[in-house]
């Protein structure tokens, strides 16, 4: 670990335990204060992938069941299974549910409700992202496994742990679509169960974003994995000065 790192961890811890004191927030304030990170965690997350929607019409759509004029019924449907998938990885956190490929491939089948021939199943074919060939489909199963069974380093704090699964989720690929939008989502599952706040990852962030996951994907020859841990830390970190504000 870095000292960059470092510090930026323990701020973050430092940030958790002030927040572990402050009284709880009002019903009213709470609940308000999910409604909003729901429909913020939705649509940046979607808008990462291309959806069209802004942040208003994602809104209409859960609260007022509206459609939307010239955006398309793709775009609709993607929030509302964002939602439902939202809803399944409550309860995982809730629950401490422990994230295995079972978790994984029903988050996905909420997810894309709109393709649910291949949803919560693993892609039969190979394919090019962003000039990056993720694992052949023949040793996805096999791969899967091996995450899935892998234990966090006692020696990792949990937030380089949880930006680790996540790099090695996406770099697998397993589905053929939807992957970013389901790891985003586990990453925030495990951030709960971990005791931290979920983030959005937010449009503003999508280079960086990208930047961390290609550094994992080591095409310079050098695969890196602070770029991802930096990347999560940083946006715990705003959550919880958000969270201590309220």
Not at 10 to 16: N, P, S
Not at 93 to 121: C, F, N, P, W
Not at 160 to 174: M, T, V
């Amino acid at each position: 670990m870095t000292e960059e790192l470092d510090v930026l961890l323990r701020e973050v811890d430092k940030k958790k335990a002030e927040l572990g004191i402050k009284p709880e927030l009002a019903p009213d304030v709470l609940e308000a204060f999910q409604e909003r990170f729901l429909y913020e965690s939705i649509f940046n997350s979607n808008s990462i992938e291309g959806n069209n929607l802004t942040l208003e019409e994602v809104e209409r759509i859960l609260t007022k069941n509206e459609v939307i004029d010239g955006k398309t019924l793709s775009d609709h449907v993607s929030v509302l299974g964002y939602r439902d998938a939202v809803v399944l990885g409550q309860r995982y956190a809730r629950e401490g549910t422990r994230i295995t490929e079972h978790e994984i491939k029903k988050l996905h089948y909420k997810m894309l409700i709109d393709k649910q021939e291949v949803s919560g199943e693993y892609r039969d074919y190979n394919m090019m992202i962003h000039g990056h060939r993720p694992t052949s489909y023949e040793k996805v199963p096999y791969k899967m496994m091996q995450l899935v069974d892998s234990r966090p380093s006692e020696d990792r704090h949990p937030i380089e742990s949880i930006a680790y699964f996540h790099l090695r989720l996406e770099k697998i690929h397993p589905f053929g679509d939807g992957n970013g939008r389901v790891g985003r989502l586990i990453v925030n599952i495990m951030l709960e169960q971990s005791g931290y706040p979920a983030i959005t990852f937010g449009m503003a962030e999508k280079q960086e974003y990208y930047e961390a996951l290609s550094a994992y994907d080591g095409l310079d020859g050098n695969p890196r994995t602070e770029p991802m841990q930096l990347f999560i830390a940083k946006l715990v970190s705003k959550q919880l000065d958000v969270l201590l504000a309220l």
